[in-house]
């Protein structure tokens, strides 16, 4: 069985994350959630355990203890991705148990998918640029969600493309199998947030 790991960090669409869960198991694959503390305090917990049948992970083991058996991953979404999540990632700054996750995923060149979920103050600024060109530039792939203006993103947290994303991350893996070719942007959908290979804009 194919195996997402799905990141989720704190921001309104992580109360919505399930979603992803739930047509990821009807497709197929096995998803396995890894939440920062704050994507932890956002999320049902409860509902992400009972939809995908593995606990949430938060953080690192303790010493001693077993090592988790999580299968490997084919694909890795990250989810409401965050501006921090994203600079983060980007500078190789480790300091949650799920951005270790992630980059170690991204060094590895398993197919990784960031869906941010950032106000126009924050994706505007020469940090956030400089970190999307830099993940784009190791291969991290990037799903145009429209940033929003500073204290109106709770509406957009409902409309957050899970489905979309999903789907997409799903054809990166199978590209992926498929065997090495050209790197080039992802077709535009006709409407909402498109997939894309480019930064963010």
């Not at 109106?152 to 991350?169: I, K, N, Y």
Request: hydrophobic residues 45%; neutral net charge.
């Amino acid at each position: 069985m194919n195996v997402f790991y799905l990141i989720v960090c704190g921001a309104g669409p992580a109360m919505h994350a399930v979603d992803f869960v739930e047509v990821a198991r009807s497709s197929g694959w096995d998803c396995h959630v890894i939440a920062t503390p704050s994507g932890a305090a956002f999320a049902d917990l409860d509902a992400l355990e009972a939809a995908s049948g593995h606990p949430v992970t938060t953080q690192h083991r303790k010493p001693g203890t077993p090592r988790r058996d999580r299968p490997k991953a084919d694909a890795v979404v990250i989810a409401p991705a965050t501006a921090n999540t994203i600079c983060k990632l980007a500078a190789g700054i480790a300091d949650t148990y799920a951005l270790d996750v992630a980059s170690e995923c991204v060094g590895l060149g398993i197919p990784t998918m960031v869906v941010p979920f950032a106000n126009s103050a924050l994706t505007g600024r020469a940090p956030f640029r400089r970190a999307t060109t830099a993940l784009i530039e190791e291969g991290v792939s990037f799903f145009e969600v429209p940033e929003h203006e500073p204290r109106h993103g709770g509406p957009l947290a409902e409309r957050f493309p899970w489905l979309p994303a999903m789907t997409h991350a799903a054809e990166l893996a199978e590209r992926r199998r498929s065997g090495p070719e050209p790197a080039a942007a992802a077709p535009a959908a006709s409407a909402g947030p498109r997939p894309r290979s480019s930064r963010i804009r």
